[in-house]
């Protein structure tokens, strides 16, 4: 009945997550007893095997820092200046539990239309008032709704409408103690202040409540330097050397080399270099599809791979360029090679729901990584705005004319006094809500596919896979539109 993977995969068809659909095992144990630990590179392990993509619209230090807090991680782009991404990873390995990252600060000149435009943009309704707008100065007050609703002229100064009785703990608390003074303050924000009256953080009402409902694993990513794991992409260029050296610095994880055909001499040439030059660091290299590209760049010593090209959901390289291949086979085929050398294969892109994640970890990858499922989320860098009646973020393939402007070519190995060819695209995601509660969400999704496989673990889903335990078929595009929500009008909005 099906069949097993080794002949699913043996037909010369390209698959994608959606051309297969795997059949149940046997339940005998409960969706907590899973356990989805897996791997990005040989040394980093993760407990929520998830990676948020080094794209300019989905990792940043905000990113980076959740996905390390709920077990995942997270690559920062290099779009920009290496000052600019060693800052993010040094924000991302400071980022603590429970504590609003980037709380909004302003000072007691800003005015209550500095409220209104960082709500419309951030999302923010409540802001603290520090001496000079910033956090580490002196806490003044806070603004919240309460204290400005009303308020017909917005050009009013935040010092006349502000609270300046504020309720706040100190920064030698423990997160429990903050969080009872919270519960028993009975407003909507903890200001942090230390012995001198400055501001160093702050708790929110809405978060405390959220980790109740999702409560965040207590056992965060983290590197052998006993602090958040963050990882970080680089080029395959000579000027990525020097870059790299300032992410060591900033005390970066892993790093990726970035590139979306792997398999050449650049890649190889960086990979040896980063092996000398540092010894301790795991490097990733990719994008492969195939098991002799994995093999070239194993054998020049990959601690990790990434898979995947053109399956992303801004990707046009597969129509521009009319190379790459469907992820499932891609991920099959390569993990088959790559566990031969106990190397983890991070399956890249085309992850659009919690099915696609157990399909991909089922075919033999660690872990999976994502841009879309991640970019419209409050963490994602950029700003939500509203187009009919939508709550949308920005989200653009590196590979888009767009990107490529900001200086991502380096990605398709583009030649600056060339013609720019796009190989992806720019647009528009819908809000997602926080990391801290879409990850765990979707896990437990997973978890619960792992169960119906009769799978407690990876090592053990991998196992089935091999001996034939776990079987599948190919499905039609009928059998397609069936497995999906079809001939309903749905009166519920969809979430994910
Ligand atoms: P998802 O499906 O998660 O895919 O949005 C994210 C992955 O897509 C890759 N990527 C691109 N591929 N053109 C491409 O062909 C692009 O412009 C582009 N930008 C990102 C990348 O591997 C990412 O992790």
Same mark, same amino acid.
């Given at each position: 009945?099906?069949?097993?993977?080794?002949?699913?995969?043996?037909?010369?068809?390209?698959?994608?997550?959606?051309?297969?659909?795997?059949?149940?095992?046997?339940?005998?144990?409960?969706?907590?007893?899973?356990?989805?630990?897996?791997?990005?590179?040989?040394?980093?392990?993760?407990?929520?095997?998830?990676?948020?993509?080094?794209?300019?619209?989905?990792?940043?230090?905000?990113?980076?820092?959740?996905?390390?807090?709920?077990?995942?991680?997270?690559?920062?782009?290099?779009?920009?200046?290496?000052?600019?991404?060693?800052?993010?990873?040094?924000?991302?390995?400071?980022?603590?539990?429970?504590?609003?990252?980037?709380?909004?600060?302003?000072?007691?000149?800003?005015?209550?239309?500095?409220?209104?435009?960082?709500?419309?943009?951030?999302?923010?309704?409540?802001?603290?008032?520090?001496?000079?707008?910033?956090?580490?100065?002196?806490?003044?007050?806070?603004?919240?709704?309460?204290?400005?609703?009303?308020?017909?002229?917005?050009?009013?100064?935040?010092?006349?409408?502000?609270?300046?009785?504020?309720?706040?703990?100190?920064?030698?608390?423990?997160?429990?103690?903050?969080?009872?003074?919270?519960?028993?303050?009975?407003?909507?924000?903890?200001?942090?202040?230390?012995?001198?009256?400055?501001?160093?953080?702050?708790?929110?009402?809405?978060?405390?409540?959220?980790?109740?409902?999702?409560?965040?694993?207590?056992?965060?990513?983290?590197?052998?330097?006993?602090?958040?794991?963050?990882? +970080?992409?680089?080029?395959?260029?000579?000027?990525? !050397? &020097?870059?790299? =050296?300032?992410? #060591?610095? %900033? @005390?970066?994880? /892993?790093?990726?080399?970035?590139?979306?055909?792997?398999?050449?001499?650049? +890649?190889?040439?960086?990979?040896?270099?980063?092996? !000398? &030059?540092?010894? =301790?660091?795991? #490097?990733? %290299? @990719?994008?492969? /599809?195939?098991?002799?590209?994995?093999?070239?760049?194993?054998?020049?010593? +990959?601690?990790?791979?990434?898979?995947?090209?053109?399956?992303?959901?801004?990707?046009?390289?597969?129509?521009?360029?009319?190379?790459?291949?469907?992820?499932?086979?891609?991920?099959?085929?390569?993990?088959?090679?790559?566990?031969?050398?106990?190397?983890?294969?991070?399956?890249?892109?085309?992850?659009?729901?919690?099915?696609?994640?157990?399909?991909?970890?089922?075919?033999?990858?660690?872990?999976?990584?994502?841009?879309?499922?991640?970019?419209?989320?409050?963490?994602?860098?950029?700003?939500?705005?509203?187009?009919?009646?939508?709550?949308?973020?920005?989200?653009?393939?590196?590979?888009?004319?767009?990107?490529?402007?900001?200086?991502?070519?380096?990605?398709?190995?583009?030649?600056?006094?060339?013609?720019?060819?796009?190989?992806?695209?720019?647009?528009?995601?819908?809000?997602?809500?926080?990391?801290?509660?879409?990850?765990?969400?979707?896990?437990?999704?997973?978890?619960?596919?792992?169960?119906?496989?009769?799978?407690?673990?990876?090592?053990?889903?991998?196992?089935?896979?091999?001996?034939?335990?776990?079987?599948?078929?190919?499905?039609?595009?009928?059998?397609?539109?069936?497995?999906?929500?079809?001939?309903?009008?749905?009166?519920?909005?969809?979430?994910?």
């Amino acid at each position: 009945d099906g069949y097993p993977a080794a002949r699913l995969f043996s037909q010369g068809v390209s698959f994608t997550y959606d051309d297969v659909i795997l059949h149940p095992g046997f339940i005998d144990f409960s969706t907590d007893e899973v356990d989805l630990t897996g791997r990005v590179s040989k040394n980093i392990s993760v407990r929520v095997p998830v990676a948020s993509s080094p794209m300019d619209t989905v990792t940043e230090a905000n990113m980076a820092g959740t996905m390390a807090m709920v077990g995942a991680i997270g690559f920062v782009h290099y779009n920009n200046t290496s000052t600019e991404q060693a800052a993010h990873i040094r924000k991302a390995k400071q980022m603590r539990l429970g504590y609003v990252a980037d709380p909004a600060v302003l000072s007691p000149k800003s005015t209550v239309a500095d409220i209104d435009s960082l709500k419309s943009s951030k999302g923010f309704s409540s802001v603290l008032v520090t001496e000079d707008g910033q956090l580490g100065s002196r806490l003044l007050g806070v603004v919240t709704n309460r204290d400005t609703d009303f308020v017909a002229d917005r050009t009013t100064e935040l010092a006349e409408v502000m609270t300046t009785e504020v309720v706040t703990a100190s920064s030698t608390s423990s997160r429990q103690e903050a969080e009872a003074v919270l519960k028993s303050s009975k407003k909507s924000l903890l200001p942090i202040v230390n012995e001198q009256g400055e501001l160093v953080g702050l708790i929110c009402r809405t978060d405390v409540k959220r980790s109740l409902a999702y409560p965040v694993s207590a056992e965060p990513t983290l590197g052998k330097d006993g602090k958040l794991a963050v990882g +970080a992409a680089v080029g395959t260029r000579d000027g990525d !050397k &020097a870059r790299l =050296e300032h992410l #060591v610095q %900033a @005390g970066v994880n /892993v790093v990726v080399l970035d590139s979306s055909q792997g398999d050449s001499t650049y +890649a190889l040439n960086m990979l040896s270099f980063v092996k !000398k &030059a540092y010894p =301790e660091l795991d #490097v990733i %290299a @990719g994008n492969v /599809v195939t098991s002799r590209q994995a093999r070239h760049l194993i054998e020049a010593g +990959a601690d990790g791979l990434r898979v995947g090209m053109g399956s992303g959901s801004i990707c046009t390289t597969q129509e521009v360029c009319a190379v790459g291949r469907g992820q499932a086979t891609a991920v099959y085929q390569t993990a088959k090679l790559a566990s031969t050398f106990d190397v983890p294969i991070i399956a890249d892109g085309g992850i659009s729901n919690s099915g696609h994640i157990v399909k991909a970890l089922t075919l033999g990858a660690s872990s999976v990584m994502v841009g879309s499922f991640l970019a419209g989320t409050e963490e994602a860098p950029g700003d939500y705005f509203f187009q009919d009646g939508q709550r949308l973020k920005k989200y653009r393939g590196m590979g888009s004319l767009e990107a490529q402007a900001k200086g991502s070519d380096t990605r398709y190995l583009g030649d600056q006094s060339k013609l720019k060819i796009a190989q992806g695209v720019a647009g528009y995601v819908a809000d997602k809500g926080s990391v801290r509660r879409l990850v765990p969400y979707t896990m437990h999704a997973v978890k619960q596919g792992f169960q119906d496989l009769g799978a407690s673990d990876l090592p053990g889903v991998w196992a089935m896979l091999r001996n034939g335990e776990i079987r599948g078929e190919t499905r039609t595009g009928a059998a397609q539109v069936e497995g999906g929500v079809h001939g309903l009008v749905s009166y519920e909005k969809k979430r994910f």
